[in-house]
């Protein structure tokens, strides 16, 4: 078991990283004096999966425990969504000490942390991810948001938790498209921020593809620890070093927007946006074409799609206008001059953005 410390001085917190590690879990509960009571925000797959045990694990220390069931899509992450969970965790508070556990995927996460960042202004709550993607990024940074039906995370609120826990040995059951949708996270710090990760990917993809619990261990790891450093250094992404880890998801998040969230999960669209964003770094000589190929064969080699298909041009580039990262009319984009280094860029003219896109719709 590995411990990662996440330094925001008061709100600072441990992400723990190792295999079979859930036992642990109510001596540091314990030590963190959260309150008795565990509510616990997860879907019905995983409570079917895993959540007797973490029930069992929890009572036997003395916590009371009560699951709240939402469904597995990103359409939970709504305003709508939010306001049931809260309503149902008012009614069971009376009398009681809550805190919330987040358990499960990204759409998770999200929702259990914006729901504990706002009822009574604020609750405790912790980060126990089920998926690749959950482990290595977005249960890590205090990140929290709900879609809105005019873009993804537009309402929401930088709130951390108190401890996350990455137990992968959750990752060993995952289907394989859930695996490939996390190790695009893992191959965009690689190319952000680590090209001995990037080395280790292009080498070993078939390990972690294997779900071999030592690669998948590795890796968790290894990018818990990049996002840690980057988050206690900015982390309310207000020095521009927080920016860094968006590689990919202007153009991304965009894809997804356009396809109603149903054509691409999170992790295959952040794989066509880092390809647009690479494009688009070539385009503007910062990279060389041998850096674009590698980064391209790399996203094919684990399965992860590199073509756009049945989503017009037209809606990606409305979608994209609606990104967080744009100041005023400006667009920004996270692009590289090399595996390991980022340049951020505004104002990149519209018509290079739609050829990049573009591109992504040619048959090879």
Same mark, same amino acid.
């Given at each position: ?21 859930? #036992? ?27 959540? !007797? ?25 709504? %305003? ?50 089920? !998926? ?12 929290? $948001? ?22 992968? @040995? ?6 394989? @498209?859930?695996? +490939?949708?996390?190790? $695009? ?20 993809? /078939? ?14 790891? +290894? ?12 982390? &309310?992404? =207000?020095? &521009? ?9 202007? $153009? ?24 647009? $964003?690479?494009?688009?770094? =070539? ?10 190929? &590698? ?14 298909? +049945? ?6 580039? /409305? ?16 692009? %590289?001059?090399?595996?390991? &280094? ?8 519209? =018509?290079?953005? #739609?050829?990049?896109? +573009? ?6």
């Amino acid at each position: 078991m590995h411990t990662i410390k996440l330094d925001l001085k008061e709100r600072s917190y441990s992400i723990i990283v190792g295999n079979n590690i859930m #036992k642990f879990l109510p001596g540091y509960l314990k030590k963190l004096r959260l309150g008795s009571d565990a509510y616990i925000i997860t879907n019905a797959a995983i409570k079917k999966r895993f959540g !007797t045990t973490l029930e069992n694990t929890l009572k036997q220390s003395g916590f009371s425990v009560r699951f709240k069931l939402v469904p597995d899509t990103e359409k939970s992450k709504s %305003i709508e969504m939010s306001s049931k969970v809260i309503e149902d965790i008012a009614r069971y508070d009376l009398g009681r000490r809550i805190f919330i556990i987040a358990f499960g995927g990204g759409v998770i996460g999200d929702l259990a942390g914006f729901i504990a960042s706002v009822y009574k202004r604020g609750i405790p709550y912790i980060q126990i991810p089920t !998926t690749l993607l959950a482990q290595v990024d977005s249960s890590i940074g205090g990140k929290t $948001a709900v879609d809105l039906s005019e873009g993804k995370n537009l309402v929401g609120a930088f709130y951390q938790p108190r401890l996350v826990s990455s137990d992968v @040995r959750f990752l060993a059951t995952l289907e394989q @498209r859930q695996i +490939r949708a996390g190790l $695009a996270e893992v191959i965009k710090y690689g190319i952000i921020k680590d090209p001995q990760l990037f080395s280790f990917l292009e080498n070993k993809f /078939n390990a972690v593809l294997a779900r071999k619990l030592s690669a998948l261990e590795f890796i968790v790891r +290894r990018c818990s620890s990049i996002k840690a450093g980057i988050v206690q250094r900015d982390e &309310r992404e =207000e020095k &521009r070093l927080r920016t860094i880890l968006n590689f990919g998801h202007t $153009a991304g998040h965009a894809i997804e927007a356009a396809s109603n969230y149903k054509r691409y999960n999170h992790g295959e669209a952040i794989a066509l946006g880092m390809l647009i $964003a690479t494009g688009i770094s =070539e385009r503007l000589n910062l990279i060389e074409e041998k850096v674009s190929r &590698r980064i391209e064969e790399l996203i094919k080699k684990v399965g992860l799609p590199t073509r756009i298909n +049945r989503i017009s041009l037209e809606s990606i580039i /409305n979608a994209h206008y609606r990104d967080k990262k744009f100041i005023g009319t400006k667009n920004r984009f996270v692009l %590289i001059n090399g595996i390991g &280094r980022t340049k951020i860029v505004e104002n990149i003219p519209l =018509e290079i953005i #739609k050829t990049e896109i +573009r591109k992504r719709f040619t048959a090879i």
